[in-house]
């Protein structure tokens, strides 16, 4: 399978951090039905909900956890609305020093990605 790491907006206001969260997750779930396994790092949340105690899981720890595995992806997936996100540059100039072939959703949807890859692989 092809190693997706899907980059986009993710914090912000809480509709808007909702909002980001829904359509990461949609579009995660997209990839996986067409045959991909992307990373989705929307679902992070869920780490928070197994915290016990004093346990603590910091905004760097998930950035370090997320470029691990962009660095074990074969592409990276670039998600609307990318441009007003740090966390998502950051992202792409690791993808694009490890050259990643990078696409983004504005250019190519999630079917036309699958046409795309069934040809080179």
Known sequence: MIKVYVAGPYSGQLMDSLGYMRNGMRVCT???LAGFA???PWLDFHY?????GEELLTKEDF?????AWLEA???IYVLNGWENSEGTKRELAVALDNKLPVFYQKHMSVQALKEY????V
């Not at 950035?63 to 470029?67: A, F, K, M, T």
């Not at 890859?117 to 080179?120: C, E, I, L, Q, S």
């Open 63 to 67: 950035q370090n956890y997320s470029l």
């Open 48 to 52: 928070f909900l197994m915290l016990r």
């Open 30 to 32: 997209e990839l996986l």
């Open 38 to 40: 992307p990373f989705c």
């Open 73 to 75: 992806s074969d592409i």
């Open 117 to 120: 890859w069934k040809d080179v």
